[in-house]
């Protein structure tokens, strides 16, 4: 009796952990201590939204991406205090690029292309954002304040989570469809001194700034959820309705997806 109990303890915590799409986050690197590490509010926030959140650490080899990819429903890109290498679109470092780590770029290159191999959706934050851009074989602006005429203050500083300004949607975009669950105009906060420039392929701009500093990136085709912003939601999910329905979202893809490939069935199926 007791081992049934314990059985059925374990199988509805196999189902319960079934049910929640499981979402790859790639990390950073800290040079000097040999560490890999990224802030809590992303696995946080992925989790509140329905999903489990599984670090990635930055061994750039294909086979080792492709084997921990395989094993997920969608794809996280967080922020970095790195910027990717501009050689990978093409340019030489202008000044104001930031640190550039190789291993940062290339495991999230290999990420992207494992999760392209299974459909599975991404969101881009930040960093995340460019470096998908990219791979997509797109460009950026290497630091706004100096190759951006009149732009806006998009390094706001402290408070971190503070909404401090307007991004313009544009029409018919996964974005716009996110943004319609709450009324208004939208304001996020701001921590970046680079952004897309030459848009990559099978991608298109969904937001802008009011300087017209590309703020969201997303798939063309959108049968397959592909969102980038350059805004930080994870540090506002808590108290914006628009950064909580992102990830609400995301995880909602990243759920159907499993469904589809019938790993959810097949555990639920156990049981009957
Ligand atoms: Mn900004």
């Known amino acids: 009796m007791l081992k049934l109990t314990r059985f059925r303890f374990y199988l509805n915590i196999e189902v319960y952990m079934a049910s929640r799409p499981r979402i790859g986050i790639t990390t950073r690197i800290e040079l000097e201590t040999g560490r890999f590490y990224l802030g809590r509010h992303y696995s946080e926030a992925i989790w509140a939204a329905g999903g489990v959140p599984v670090m990635l650490p930055l061994i750039a080899e294909r086979d080792y991406i492709d084997a921990a990819v395989s094993t997920l429903d969608g794809l996280l890109l967080p922020g970095s205090d790195t910027d990717p290498d501009p050689a990978r679109y093409g340019e030489e470092p202008a000044i104001g690029l930031k640190k550039v780590i190789f291993e940062k770029d290339e495991t999230d290159r290999l990420a992207i292309l494992a999760a392209d191999e ?48 307007r ?102 199926s156990q049981l009957s």
């Open 118 to 165: 299974l459909g599975l959706p991404i969101l881009g934050i930040c960093f995340g954002m460019q470096i998908l851009n990219v791979v997509r074989g797109g460009s950026l602006v290497q630091d706004i304040p100096s190759q951006v005429t009149n732009a806006l203050k998009h390094e706001q500083g402290m408070p971190l989570e503070r909404l401090s300004h």
């Open 167 to 268: 991004v313009d949607i544009e029409e018919d975009s996964h974005l716009a469809e996110i943004a319609s669950s709450e009324p208004g105009e939208k304001r996020v906060n701001s921590h970046h001194h680079q952004s897309v420039k030459d848009v990559g392929t099978g991608l298109r701009v969904s937001a802008r700034a009011a300087d017209g500093v590309v703020e969201a990136v997303e798939g063309i085709d959108r049968a397959r959820f592909q969102v980038g912003v350059q805004w930080h939601p994870e540090l506002c999910w808590t108290f914006d309705g628009f950064s909580r329905r992102l990830f609400q979202r995301f995880v909602e893809e990243c759920a159907s997806g499993m469904s589809l490939s019938g790993e959810k069935p097949k555990v639920m």
